[in-house]
């Protein structure tokens, strides 16, 4: 079974000029922690905001740099005592915020690839892309898991 065959195609995306303030309107519909995709153009994949991302917004002096270094034990911000001006749900874009460097799983990838990628990453969800990077659909731990309740006749 190939991923293109359980995704959700479905997919609530933004653009990188979206605004913070836009950013966790969106983040409101959900239940869970989402990811939401960012795409330009013809739908193609540029980048990913997830819940870390939004938390990252009180982290403003931490360096790209400093990111990189393993095993660094930085001082987190006290997200209480951090203090904003209103303008910043209109100055800071999902670009300024977006992972640029994420994993996307192709359409014609088998489910089984898709779940030893969401292992290996720590994730439970991944984009879904074709051979150009337009982005197609999403596929999660739930969409694997409830094909193979529906293999084995638990569900129809």
Known sequence: MQVKEVMSKEVITVKRSTTLKQL?????????????????????????????NLINVFQPHQSQMLKTVPFLDEEEEDIFKVEFTEEVGSLVVAEDIMEKKFVAIQEDASLEEAYKLMKLHLKEEFPVVNRAGRLLGM??????????????????
């Not at 596929?139 to 129809?156: E, L, M, T």
């Open 24 to 52: 966790l309107d969106i983040f409101t519909t959900f239940h869970v922690f989402p990811l939401v995709p960012v795409i330009e153009g013809d739908n193609v994949l540029v980048g990913i905001v997830s819940f870390r």
């Open 139 to 156: 596929v999660g731990i739930f969409d694997i898991v409830r094909y193979i309740f529906r293999q084995k006749g638990v569900i129809k």
